[in-house]
């Protein structure tokens, strides 16, 4: 996508400009913000980054902890295997104890950072660069999913594609991912509105998946187990008979050839009536079985 000129749409689009790209909405008051509140969105977005490669390198679990929005935010990663790559993945505290446990020091260098920005939401993309006991190591590509919340932006989970040092093998040839990011889209939407909790699960990386809504800035009073795939279907076409969703102005970005992104303003009716509108962001891997899946998705209701 383009970074060096600015694409502006009144309606459901994105603002490019040079190495950030900018989710708007159709509201005036929105519509009328200055860059500087962007550029401080960055700084508090770039702190929280900075605090969570300290305190991976410093194994320091208080402050990794705190860095996430709750105890169900996950981690997925594609691990760019030449034989054959797989996914694997963590909800917050087994990670901790994952990276704890490592007998080596680890620090991540992060650069070519991009910002997919929406009330009160922020995806931040990054090309990162391990350092194992200071040597190179692996390197990949981390796509972050943030909610503002009373207390600052926590992270609701990272989706990343990982590859070994000296690895040239060509992924794009020798592992084809069957299905495009759409079709998982595809899913959550008409799993959605034909009330088919089968067909929705098929959309998400596992059921456990972050994905909810929330009032512009997050309640950090909302439980923990109500941030999933499974509480949102549960909770939300369930609850209420008749609801429909439909996403407008859809845009999809693959960072990567495992990773990808999503944004688009949504709309939902019940019976035919205006219910709800807002904004998504979702992030996405590609699972080289079962192809694109849903890793956590966003909804700011206006």
């Known amino acids: 996508f383009m970074k060096t000129n600015l694409l502006l749409s009144v309606r459901n689009a994105f603002y490019v400009t040079f190495s950030f790209l900018l989710l708007v909405s159709c509201t005036p008051d929105y519509s009328n913000d200055q860059d500087d509140d962007y550029e401080d969105i960055e ?40 034989e054959a790559p797989f996914v694997f993945g963590f909800p917050r ?9 490592w007998d080596y020091e680890y620090f991540p260098e992060y650069s070519n950072k991009e910002f997919y920005i929406g009330k009160g939401m922020v995806i931040q993309s990054i090309d990162f660069q391990g350092y ?16 503002q919340t009373a207390t600052g932006w926590k992270i609701v989970g990272v989706s990343s594609s990982i590859t070994s040092p000296g690895d040239a093998t060509d992924y794009g040839a020798n592992f084809p991912i069957q299905t495009t990011p759409s079709v998982a889209i595809d899913a959550f939407v008409e799993g959605f509105n034909e009330q088919n909790q089968e ?9 456990m998946a972050p994905c909810f809504q929330f009032n512009t800035t997050f309640d950090v009073s909302y439980a923990d187990d109500l941030h999933s795939a499974t509480a949102f279907y549960a909770n939300v076409p369930n609850a209420v008979s008749g609801l429909k969703i439909k996403l407008v102005g859809a845009e999809i970005v693959e960072t990567d050839q495992f990773t990808a992104l999503v944004s688009a303003a949504y709309s939902i009716r019940k019976d035919g009536n205006k219910y709800e509108k807002g904004q998504m962001l979702a992030t996405m891997v590609a699972t080289p079985a079962d192809g694109w899946k849903i890793t956590n998705m966003l909804l700011s209701k206006l």
């Open 199 to 207: 067909l929705f699960a098929t959309a998400f990386i596992n059921l």
């Open 93 to 101: 505290d087994e990670w901790i104890g994952f990276f704890e446990s």
């Open 43 to 82: 700084g508090e977005i770039d702190q929280v980054l900075f605090n969570f490669g300290t305190s991976l390198a410093e194994k320091d679990d208080e402050v990794q902890r705190s860095l996430f929005l709750s105890s169900s935010s996950a981690l997925n990663f594609v691990i760019k295997n030449p």
């Open 132 to 147: 194992k006991n200071e040597v190179p190591d692996s390197f990949g590509k981390d796509l972050f999913a943030y909610v």
